[in-house]
């Protein structure tokens, strides 16, 4: 169906916001919007009005989306690409894979967000542990996006500082309230992706308000800053200017990770061979 592509641009906050974005969340918006519309012009027809499109669906309208697709929203982007293609036969692992390795052989659909926003982070004299926490935050979207600050700061706990993993589970939940004291204000693409009308489940609002008094509050909330807003597009990240914040704060086991019997190990695994059936 045809959108109108100037009216979905400016609601993304124009060509530039688009090019903010990371490719899985355009892939959202761009689907959440087309689904929208046609929601809106189906409703326009059976009632005998022209209204004008919606900016934003409602709740309703996103969850009528469910349905229309072959696959679930949580899905990590490694399991069911969101190109509708196949997917690729990934490439070998080292015998003991290192984070890095992690990055330049399986995080395809999420190391560009997260580099970007660790360089962000670093540009804005962000601590050591923010920095890592935002290179950290979103890549365990590769296999499950549903309450991804909680399975991100799983993955990672048994390698990082406390802080690190406090900062990465909470940004989920912090990332619907804003906080006008660091300029920070709730996403434009969270009213595409959830609706206009989204309130946050009653886990998410306690969290926050738990979170909101902590004394690591700044931690979580500095990923959240740091995380969708000022990206550069024209920046390409490598992981080798954060080699040694990695080297300093995440513990590499030496037997690589996945072999290393961490209670976590299994997770890793799961990224190493997506393509397992069982
Ligand atoms: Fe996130
Ligand atoms: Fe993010």
Redesign the pocket.
């Known amino acids: 169906m045809d959108i109108d592509r100037k009216a979905f641009l400016e609601s993304l906050g124009g060509a530039e916001g688009v090019a903010r974005m990371d490719s899985e969340a355009r892939a959202d918006a761009l689907e959440s919007r087309m689904m929208s519309e046609l929601n809106s012009a189906i409703a326009a027809k059976n009632s005998g009005e022209t209204k004008p499109a919606k900016t934003y669906p409602t709740v309703a309208e996103v969850e009528a989306q469910i349905e229309s697709r072959p696959y679930r929203a949580g899905v990590g982007f490694m399991m069911v690409p969101r190109s509708g293609e196949n997917v690729k036969k990934l490439p070998p692992m080292p015998a003991n894979p290192t984070l890095a390795d992690f990055f330049k052989l399986r995080f395809a659909d999420t190391a560009n967000?997260?580099l970007q926003?660790a360089n962000l982070a670093m540009k804005n004299g962000m601590s050591e542990e923010v920095i890592l926490a935002c290179l950290l935050?979103?890549v365990v979207q590769e296999i499950m996006r549903t309450d991804h600050g909680w399975w991100g700061a799983q993955l990672f706990e048994p390698y990082v500082p406390e802080k690190v993993s406090f900062a990465i589970r909470y940004h989920q939940a912090l990332r619907y309230y804003a906080d006008p004291s660091v300029g920070y204000e709730y996403p434009e693409l969270y009213r595409e992706l959830f609706g206009a009308d989204y309130v946050p489940p009653p886990y998410i609002q306690a969290t926050y308000e738990m979170v909101r008094k902590h004394k690591w509050y700044m931690e979580p909330r500095m990923v959240a800053v740091n995380?969708?807003y000022a990206f550069d597009p024209n920046v390409v990240v490598t992981i080798e200017p954060f080699t040694d914040i990695i080297g300093r704060h995440f513990k590499q086991p030496k037997e690589g990770l996945g072999n290393d019997g961490s209670s976590v190990a299994h997770m890793w695994r799961t990224i190493i061979r997506p393509d397992q059936p069982l």
């Open positions: 967000h997260v926003s935050h979103d995380d969708l």
